[in-house]
């Protein structure tokens, strides 16, 4: 069966039609809301507002983006808002923009082979300085470079401009790029 036929089944009433969703989307929700919490916990407790969400909400789903964007814009807005009530929780300021573009600290993207991408420290590396990216900007990072999604379905999900997406984006990308030629540096 189709997915829009299932939407359609599910926004019907038909609960195996919805059961089938929530179990081919389980598994992309928590990997992504664990990639923006980094915490087992929160991920699952993200997953299971977003199910609920969706339950109570797919009636209004308007079939005018994938179904997918609209449960990443779900999952973002649950993970947001849980992190701004973690107040505890400290992130690294993105606001000093003149240490952050300097070209010094800028890595070479090219002399890193693809195989080492695979090595454990580099992977260390690179979840400790995503983990420090403010939730804001993670968000944005693994929309638009790990899940793949366009600039404006990041837009979309995010409730952001295209231009704002973009800015966050290569603030982000600054950012992680300083973080990994520091700890290479080290």
């Known amino acids: 069966m189709e997915e ?5 089944k599910a926004q019907a009433g038909d609960k195996q039609s919805l059961a ?5 989307y389980e598994q992309t929700i928590y990997n992504f809301a664990f ?6 916990n929160y991920a699952e407790h993200i997953m299971q507002e977003t199910f609920y969400s969706m339950v ?12 997918s964007t609209w449960l990443y814009r779900i999952v973002a807005n649950h993970c947001l ?7 505890s929780r400290s992130f690294v300021s993105l606001d000093d923009e003149e240490n952050l573009f300097e070209d010094r600290y800028a890595a070479d993207w090219s002399t890193i082979p693809y195989k080492d991408t695979e090595n454990k420290e580099l992977k260390k590396i690179l979840d400790m300085a995503i983990q420090n990216l403010s939730p804001d900007y993670r968000l ?20 952001l401009s ?7 984006l290569h603030r982000a990308r600054a950012f992680l790029r300083k973080e990994i030629n520091e700890a290479f540096s080290r």
């Open 4 to 8: 829009k036929e299932l939407i359609e």
């Open 20 to 24: 089938e969703l929530v179990k081919q």
């Open 35 to 40: 990639k923006i919490c980094r915490d087992k």
């Open 56 to 67: 109570k909400s797919l009636h209004q789903f308007d079939h005018n983006s994938k179904l």
């Open 81 to 87: 808002m849980m992190a701004r009530k973690a107040k």
């Open 140 to 159: 944005v990072f693994l929309l638009r470079d790990v899940e793949g999604l366009s600039t404006e379905e990041t837009a979309k999900v995010t409730d």
């Open 162 to 168: 295209v231009p704002a997406v973009k800015s966050r």
